[in-house]
């Protein structure tokens, strides 16, 4: 194996695409216990959201209508956890790993029956937000696909 195996630029743009999620997530994490409350569901609430935003961006072909189904359902995920937890006296652990769980098989599911995909949602096409343009950034030569912009 060489150092050219790497593929040091995708890797780069892979970070650079994931880290916002992953950072925001912390953050809602660290939210979560400084007010005292375990929230261990974060993973299946991000993957619950971003699966309902493509599809429903697929299906109206309005990446805001798909954006905000998204967070509508991240905010019904987080009422529901709430309620079993608060109203049911339910255990916060169990409540956000149900939630993984439940959330991991069932995304794969759903995107399986309505888009016979391999549980995959199909391109968005038009769908996509536009492109943020850095102008200040040169394109990169080792990263063919940082010309200048990181795909949305």
């Not at 509508?72 to 079993?84: I, K």
Request: overall charge negative; proline content about 6%.
């Amino acid at each position: 194996m060489t150092f050219e195996d790497l593929h040091l630029g995708s890797i780069l743009v892979s970070t650079v695409r994931n880290a916002p999620v992953l950072i925001f997530a912390a953050m809602a994490g660290l939210f979560a216990e400084r007010s005292g409350v375990i929230d261990i569901g974060l993973e299946g609430k991000i993957l619950a959201s971003a699966f309902v935003s493509a599809a429903v961006a697929f299906a109206t072909q309005n990446p805001w209508l798909g954006i905000m189904a998204g967070m509508g359902v991240s905010v019904a995920l987080a009422l529901l956890q709430g309620f079993v937890a608060i109203t049911q006296k339910g255990n916060q652990l169990v409540g956000g790993i149900a939630i993984n769980i439940a959330m991991s098989g069932l995304t794969f599911v759903v995107a399986q029956y309505f888009f016979q995909q391999g549980g995959r949602t199909p391109d968005l096409g038009e769908a996509r937000l536009f492109d943020v343009v850095l102008p200040a950034v040169p394109p990169w030569p080792m990263c063919p696909s940082s010309a200048g912009s990181i795909p949305s």
